[in-house]
């Protein structure tokens, strides 16, 4: 059986407060719990919105709760004990905090967090549909996506080709006006464009050139340009940390192998995507590539694909939303059992020498290697009368084909 926890907190972010609210509060109803959403400062209004909707659907009341409270308050809902699990979205920072006020009551946690997300092109690849999907991976949302790619591994033979291709894409994307039109919008808080400018710097201070975009726009708005960033590496803080803004650091490298290694060399394990036409060279990076989720010409899209789950390893999170995956995060398997059978089960008391011939002989009457000795095994059994009386003759035989 597969029962509810009853009350499922959900702590949503600031990024896609809608979609992300959306998707664990419909499995946890459809799973039979009760939901309380705590949604971010920043998007109060969304979740607020939510809980008159779900007012308006005509759930009962307590049915769908938001609260909305500083995030200081939020330890309190996290360590109430009438909280059955705790689906948490945000930094990896935040995570940590969220699992060690669970702890206090041993409840158990989805935790979904941040990426440093790679792209590996190869030399094979369709430079015109990676450099395409690679900058609309990199941008949208303004760059503020978990599932962001926020570095890019490409084999030398092709670099010089997919940055041109990168930069006239990148040129392309708009920034939006007062009426709407354009591609990137701003950044919600001021506090994560501080952040992007500051790991530009670094990155700039350790020899990486920026090849278009790198300063804020003026004006109102939190708006940052479209970045494209060279010559970076690993000392960088660019492409350590996650900077959940709208740049996009691209390293040049001399092999597949040495690709799949830099991608790998990171603390996240969000998702991670390989841009080949090689099926060979797809299979190995979806083996090697340490990550929740792993596309091949493609990147992030999946969080849209209703059966696929989402989640990733190392400081990316633990367990799953969407799918059936997510669905089963939302419930306790509870094992049912019940004998209808009559008199003493084999293995109650009393523990005598019969018993220990019993026992003793059970595992090689039904896996030994070979048929021979499972029969002599099987045989062997029948002399003892314990057996027969929990059984007896007809159960016996009605069971032999279980036997072989």
């Keep these: 059986m597969y029962v509810p926890f009853g009350v499922v907190l959900a702590v949503k ?7 992300q609210s959306l998707a664990v509060l419909a499995q946890a ?14 998007t109060t209004l969304v979740g607020l919105k939510m809980g008159e909707l779900a007012r308006k659907a005509g759930f009962p009341d307590g049915v769908v709760s938001v609260v909305a409270v500083d995030d200081a308050v939020a330890v309190a809902l996290v360590e109430d004990p009438r909280v059955g699990k705790v689906v948490f979205t945000g930094s990896v920072a935040t995570g940590r905090k969220v699992m060690v006020s669970a702890a206090k009551n041993l409840t158990p946690v989805v935790l979904e967090l941040g990426g440093k997300d790679p792209a590996i092109v190869c030399r094979d690849a369709d430079l015109d549909r990676a450099a395409k999907g690679i900058v609309w991976a990199a941008f949208m949302n303004a760059g503020q996506t978990c599932s962001s790619v926020e570095r890019v591994y490409v084999e030398r033979p092709v670099a010089e080709a997919f940055l041109a291709k990168v930069l006239e894409e990148t040129r392309r994307v708009r920034l939006t006006d007062a009426s709407g039109t354009g591609e990137l919008g701003p950044l919600t808080l001021e506090r994560q464009r501080r952040i992007v400018e500051d790991h530009v710097a670094d990155a700039v201070a350790k020899g990486a050139r920026v090849l278009t975009g790198g300063k804020r726009v003026p004006g109102p708005g939190y708006f940052y340009p479209p970045t494209v960033v060279v010559d970076v590496d690993h000392s960088m803080t660019l492409m350590r940390e996650e900077t959940f803004g709208p740049v996009l650091p691209i390293m040049t490298v001399d092999s597949l192998d040495e690709a799949i290694r830099f991608a790998n060399d990171s603390p996240y394990g ?23 989720v792993v596309s091949i010409g493609d990147h992030s899209s999946s969080f849209a694909e209703p059966q696929a789950p989402w989640g990733g390893f190392k400081w990316s999170g633990i367990g799953r939303i969407h799918g059936t995956s997510g669905l089963r995060e939302m419930v306790q398997p509870k094992y049912v059992s019940r004998d209808r059978g009559r008199g003493a089960e084999l293995w109650w008391y009393p523990y005598d020498a019969e018993y220990a011939g019993l026992i003793s002989g059970v595992a090689p009457a039904l896996y030994a290697k070979s048929l021979a000795r499972r029969l002599a095994g099987q045989l062997r059994l029948m002399r003892f009368a314990r057996l027969w009386r929990r059984f007896g003759a007809w ?7 279980k036997l072989f």
């Design 13 to 19: 972010p600031w990024n896609y407060p809608w979609g």
């Design 29 to 42: 109803l459809i799973a039979g719990n009760t939901v309380v959403l705590k949604p971010a400062p920043a």
């Design 395 to 401: 159960r016996l035989l009605m069971g032999l084909d």
């Design 270 to 292: 969000l998702t991670a995507s390989g841009w080949t036409r090689s099926d060979e060279t797809a299979h190995r990076l979806q083996r090697e590539l340490v990550a929740g």
